[in-house]
């Protein structure tokens, strides 16, 4: 998403929780806010779709949440969605999110309005001013991502591409399906490339000890870096790390892969900075 689009939803988000003082991720009440702004959000049977908003003229609208919708973090992020599409969209009447894809504010594809949505959902639920001291210098773990998951009520899937905005480790989320790369984000800094998505995992990464179904890799663990990383002739200068979750549901396999503290590789990475700086 460009620079330009992105500003008016984090704007628009940022004043609402500003508006009612929010300083503190569990009072990030969104059927209470919903209800002030004169939205009703209830939930019920939809066909075809996860949410819907409906307007009752300029004012007052309706959310429908699919009752399919069980995951708590996933309803708040379907229901964060429509109310960006309330707040930036007012010529819509009528909008519905179909796909899970939808709910996945990286997704390029998607359109500038659904993006829109997406980064309103992402700044209401997990603000950078309250998430950004709490997870920059964690480490690149299922246990930093579950904390942050619990505490902001998000899903583990949007936590862990928010983590990587503002995570200071070199890491990666690698979403694997079915034993097979399917995408990924990586922070901004991460200097290698990883193998084309679409290979399957190593059967001896976490990733697919998980898909095995050894639903306990206890942690995250040095890997060789051939597992995820096509960038070979570094292969003997650093090493990684990975640590995985199964979304049982989903079948999907989060993998967060990030180079080595103590490694040679991040050691050139930390001179390039200092000589840079200097
Ligand atoms: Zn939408």
Redesign the pocket.
């Known amino acids: 998403m460009n620079h330009q689009t992105s500003r008016r939803p984090i704007r628009s988000a940022h004043k609402i929780l500003r508006d009612y003082g929010i300083d503190d991720p569990d009072q990030i009440d969104l059927n209470a806010i919903c209800f002030d702004k004169g939205i009703l959000v209830i939930e019920a049977p939809l066909k075809g779709a996860l949410?819907r908003?409906i307007r009752n003229g300029k004012d007052k609208a309706l959310i429908r949440v699919s009752d399919r919708v069980r995951e708590v973090g996933q309803r708040r992020f379907a229901i964060a969605?429509?109310f960006?599409?309330f707040m930036l969209h007012q010529e819509k009447n009528q909008?519905?999110?179909y796909h899970q894809k939808?709910l996945l504010f990286w997704y390029k594809e998607l359109s500038p309005?659904?993006q829109e949505?997406?980064t309103f959902a992402v700044e209401l639920l997990m603000p950078n001013f309250l998430f950004e001291s709490r997870c920059s210098s964690e480490s690149p773990t299922v246990a930093t991502i579950e904390k942050l998951s619990t505490e902001f009520e998000t899903s583990l899937t949007a936590t862990t591409l928010r983590y990587l905005d503002f995570t200071r480790h070199d890491c990666a989320a690698i979403v694997s399906r079915d034993g097979k790369m399917t995408w990924f984000k990586t922070c901004e800094t991460f200097p290698l490339r990883l193998l084309d998505m679409g290979t399957m995992v190593d059967p001896d990464s976490l990733a697919g000890q998980l898909f095995a179904g050894d639903l306990s890799p206890g942690g995250p663990q040095q890997v060789p870096v051939e597992m995820w990383v096509e960038d070979q002739e570094f292969s003997q200068s650093f090493t990684i790390q990975e640590d995985a979750v199964y979304l049982k549901r989903y079948q999907t396999v989060i993998s967060l892969i990030s180079i080595q503290p103590a490694s040679p590789l991040n050691r050139f990475l930390t001179n390039r900075a200092v000589s840079a700086a200097w």
């Open positions: 949410a908003l969605h429509e960006g599409h909008l519905s999110l939808e309005e659904e949505a997406n």
